[in-house]
């Protein structure tokens, strides 16, 4: 397929760049797939289109505050850091970043963050911007990110001031169940969740579980290629307890409906699924499955979903489970309706 099937025309300002007021008050566009049928809903009323016995599959990944600002140990100049994942190595914390500067980087560069507390020195420098770098403090680096970094939102929500942005992403920026740190993006459709959204679900009969993905900067990487199938995925965590995989089996024997909230739990489901003869299992590793049409899905029947961005690997996605033409006329009805679009946007229920 040609990645330009998948592109739309989207106004600039039909990007949010602030979740709404209060969260839960976002509108969602539901559509049919079997008939294509659309319809104009809030997503309160997400109950009315789940049943007795279907399941929610939610991702439970906590985003930390990822991002650091501060300056070569040498040059004061300045350097940004954006922590991708952890790696394996004794002795100290080494991890995978993205780096920005305006100079060159090389192994051995040394550079000093949260007000000289957090030292950083390069020790391999990667393509694409990446490099791997050794941390260096008196207290846990985790307790220095909450202190000193900044949560990485999107590079399409643009903040006048870092500490407003601090101040509103780390309470919206997450959802109000994420348990296990470790995303440097939200799985966002599960913004759109509270408690009381929740317990109108739970008095419909609708049970929830949970799977855990770790959300990268490659959710947010662009397809460069012309055909979909040779763009390739960036690998991202993820982990199913047993009590998920019992769940789902359970869910299965009575009839429900898996109902998974936003791609990355699509994406561990069907990772999962696909490496077990269709069923979903206790597993954890590293997830770096594609889907596009014509994927046949294995473990997933529902999915409630934000908009996505042109030509993105997210909307090849939700177009392989309702099809292409159905959800690029939902994109276009969606645009004439002004809703709002991509991570503190809108959302879409697919049924």
């Known amino acids: 397929m040609l990645t330009r099937e998948f592109d739309y025309e989207l106004p600039p300002e039909l990007i949010a760049q602030e979740p709404p007021p209060e969260r839960g008050a976002s509108r969602m566009l539901v559509l049919h797939r079997a008939d294509g049928f659309l319809e104009h809903r809030a997503v309160t009323d997400l109950p009315e289109y789940l049943n007795d016995g279907d399941l929610l599959v939610l991702n439970d ?33 080494h991890w995978s970043c993205i780096y920005g500067s305006g100079r060159p980087v090389r192994a051995g560069q040394r550079a000093l963050f949260a007000e000289g507390l957090l030292e950083a020195e390069v020790t391999e420098r990667g393509a694409e911007g990446n490099c791997t770098v050794v941390f260096r403090s008196q207290a846990p680096l985790m307790e220095v990110l909450e202190s000193h970094g900044l949560t990485p939102v999107p590079p399409y929500i ?26 440097v993006a939200a799985p966002t459709a599960g913004l759109h969740f509270t408690e009381e959204l929740f317990n109108a679900l739970e008095k419909k009969g609708v049970r929830r579980t949970t799977v855990t993905l770790h959300v990268g900067p490659g959710t947010f990487k ?29 869910c299965r024997k009575r009839g429900g409906r898996v109902v998974a909230v936003g791609s990355t739990s699509v994406r561990t489901l069907e990772t999962v699924a696909a490496g077990n003869g269709g069923t979903v299992v206790a597993a954890e590793g590293d997830s770096s499955v594609f889907i596009y049409p014509p994927y046949r899905f294995l473990a997933t029947d529902a999915m409630l979903t934000n908009f996505h961005l042109p030509q993105s690997t997210l909307i090849m996605m939700v177009s392989a489970l309702a099809g292409r033409e159905r959800i690029m006329a939902a994109y276009r009805e969606a645009v004439r309706e002004r809703y709002r679009f991509f991570s503190y946007g809108d959302c879409m229920l697919i049924v």
Request: no cysteine; proline share 5%.
């Open 61 to 93: 990944t906590r985003v930390f505050p990822a991002r650091l600002l501060g300056q070569w140990a040498d040059t004061g100049g300045a350097l940004e850091l954006l922590l991708v994942r952890p790696l394996a190595r004794s002795g100290a914390e």
């Open 222 to 250: 662009p397809v460069k290629v012309d055909l979909v199938e040779e763009h390739v995925m960036d690998a991202e965590r993820y982990k199913v307890l047993p009590e998920t995989a019992a769940a789902i089996a359970d």
């Open 158 to 183: 643009r903040r006048q001031g870092e500490e407003r942005q601090t101040r509103l992403d780390r309470e919206r920026y997450q959802t109000v169940y994420a348990r296990e740190t470790g995303a």
